[in-house]
């Protein structure tokens, strides 16, 4: 990856760091607590489990190694989950009083931020799929949950955005893009402390027990390896008698290929015992 796209990426990442996100949140609540404290309520309580299960997955791998058998998966991407659930929810915001068209557009548009986001995380190989995925999806269907309980709500309750409230929507911005929020290493302190572990579980351990498991696996289905005849132990006579059969049985072949048409008792004869000659080393 070349450092033009690469910085494109950390770019679009930056703007789901938790040092953006939670000042955002932050204003949403204070936002729609003026005109629908119910539908703040509730906002928040989604945010709230957005955040829980996040931490819980982290903090289940950090702790204990906790993960989905056979799967690269160390704990729910924050990015992706917390930014699927807030900038869709600023769209709505900022679509209040707007046509329909309107409020359709812009929360689309923040979900379409989110998955550049989301992508993000996998470009910069900061997650796994499966991590990017399930944060999205979890992260999705909250938003998806507000969007369904707020459809109506928001034209009558909610204030209109005016040119306030994306003012407002900056100053966080502003101060928080670009900074990277420690969110990581507080989740290893509390998985420490919970565990009882002096360090935190981490990718490296995963990747060392995928090929631990990987290695015993292909132990276990290899076939044993066929032994040689030099291998088994015979007892001499044995040793002799085989010998002395393959000896008596190549000279046959070659006494019965050299007069195919005079296979007589003087022929077969004289071909046994040239063989047992040869084997009694005596020629």
């Known amino acids: 990856m070349s450092m033009t796209v690469a910085s494109f990426w950390v770019s679009v990442t930056d703007f789901g760091d938790t040092a953006v996100l939670l000042p955002l949140a932050l204003v949403i609540l204070v936002w729609m607590g003026l005109g629908a404290r119910r539908l703040a309520l509730f906002w928040g309580s989604l945010l709230v489990a ?3 299960l996040v931490a819980l997955t982290k903090i289940a791998y950090m702790g204990w190694g906790l993960h989905p058998p056979g799967i690269d998966f160390t704990g729910l991407s924050g ?3 917390l930014s699927m ?3 869709p929810t600023i769209g709505v915001l900022l679509s209040v009083g707007r046509r329909r068209l309107w409020r359709l557009v812009m929360p689309l548009l923040g979900a379409a931020l989110s998955l550049a986001i989301a992508i993000s995380r996998l470009a910069t190989d900061a997650h ?11 992260g999705g269907g909250l938003a998806l949950t507000f969007l369904y309980s707020c459809w109506h709500e928001t034209r009558l309750s909610l204030p209109r955005p005016g040119l306030l409230l994306p003012l407002i929507l900056l100053l966080p911005l502003a101060l928080g893009y670009g900074r990277v929020f420690p969110s990581m290493q507080v ?3 509390v998985s420490c402390l919970l565990s009882g572990h002096a360090q935190p579980y981490t990718r490296t351990d995963l990747e060392r027990q995928f090929q631990q498991t990987t290695q015993e696996h292909l132990t276990s289905v290899s076939p044993p390896a066929t032994p040689s005849m030099g291998s088994f132990c015979l007892p001499p006579a044995a040793r002799f008698s085989i010998g002395a059969s393959n000896a008596m049985q190549q000279s ?3 006494n019965t290929q050299a007069c195919p048409f005079e296979l007589d008792a003087g022929c077969a004869g004289e071909g046994v015992r040239s ?7 005596t020629e």
């Open 187 to 189: 989740l290893a302190d």
């Open 252 to 254: 046959w072949v070659s």
């Open 85 to 87: 659930l807030i900038w």
């Open 128 to 138: 796994t799929p499966p991590e990017v995925a399930l944060g999205a999806l979890w």
């Open 50 to 52: 957005d955040i829980a």
């Open 275 to 281: 063989s047992l000659v040869r084997a009694l080393g």
């Open 79 to 81: 990015h992706s989950a």
